[in-house]
């Protein structure tokens, strides 16, 4: 009996992962899993581009917009989810669009580590506030000098960040999959089209209360800079929110900052090993494109399996 699949849908926002995704789980009797860094927070749904039908899909809603998260977690979370659809001999699918969460979990990386301790990073913040940046860079010059010759040290958010490291406990998150059958899909998209499907989209969002989600965030006490802020819009959005920018304003910055995203996606996506390329069109021709490919002998087997 053949291993179940894993199959990873790939491409730039816009592009039609999504669509694509849950048309092959039903063909394949799959289970949806989400990579997306930012679909992770709860409240966050708008923005995100959320799927609707969230009770389809596994990693959605994990953390508050204030805490903490990144690839070593999600892995950590996804190779869980895996291991117990693989028991059950089910396919899965794994779709968003951090790129870096995909290629970490397929290609199995050794060198990932734990997200970093919140209370390190406030005392952290705390020491910089008050002490200044030298007093930091000079730390970790210290206990890690190969790792300061490399950093920017009139930077704080990177001095910060490699403290952090040296200071956090240094084991990996070890990754190691189920063979699976496995396969990466990239969906090919013209430059122009993607632009314009950007732009209708983050109309759209404004159109169905964007600004109110951002509202309700910031009366829970959330703050831009908190962590869940960071997805593309919400801190141009908490500017409109706030009267500190136009609605046209902030959409149009969301709109430039998310072509500009785009843009970096496809870079990726290029250097993506083992991707299967398909080429822009219809769902019906990318559902046909992607099973064509899923069904070819030997595409995708696992190395390991």
């Not at 046209?248 to 843009?263: F, L, P, W």
Request: with cysteine; aromatic share 6%.
């Amino acid at each position: 009996m053949a291993a179940p699949l894993l199959v990873a849908v790939m491409g730039v926002t816009a592009s039609g992962k999504t669509a694509l995704a849950e048309a092959l789980a039903l063909h394949l009797d799959a289970q949806l899993i989400s990579a997306d860094a930012f679909q992770v927070y709860r409240g966050m749904d708008i923005g995100t581009a959320k799927p609707p039908n969230k009770a389809d899909y596994r990693l959605l809603d994990l953390r508050e917009p204030d805490e903490a998260f990144g690839v070593g977690e999600w892995v950590r979370l996804a190779q869980a989810e895996l291991e117990e659809l693989y028991a059950r001999g089910r396919n899965a699918i794994v779709v968003g669009g951090t790129g870096y969460y995909v290629r970490a979990l397929l290609e199995e990386y050794a060198d990932l580590r734990p997200p970093p301790d919140p209370e390190l990073r406030r005392e952290l913040d705390e020491r910089l506030a008050a002490h200044g940046l030298p007093t930091l860079a000079r730390e970790l010059e210290r206990i890690a000098p190969e790792v300061a010759a490399r950093t920017d040290l009139k930077n704080p958010a990177r001095v910060r960040r490699a403290l952090e490291r040296e200071l956090s406990p240094h084991d990996v998150v070890a990754i190691r999959l189920p063979p699976f059958r496995r396969i990466k899909l990239g969906i090919e998209c013209p430059t122009k089209w993607v632009e314009e499907q950007i732009a209708a989209r983050v109309e759209q969002m404004v159109h169905n209360g964007w600004a109110g989600e951002v509202a309700r965030l910031l009366d829970q006490g959330y703050r831009p800079e908190h962590p869940g802020f960071r997805a593309i819009g919400y801190r141009a959005m908490a500017r409109f929110v706030e009267g500190e920018m136009e609605s046209g304003e902030a959409a149009a910055s969301v709109i430039v900052d998310t072509r500009n995203y785009a843009k970096r996606q496809r870079t990726w996506l290029r250097r993506e090993p083992g991707l299967e390329v398909l080429a822009h069109g219809s769902l019906e021709s990318l559902t046909e494109q992607a099973l064509a490919a899923i069904h070819q002998p030997m595409i995708g087997e696992s190395s390991n399996g």
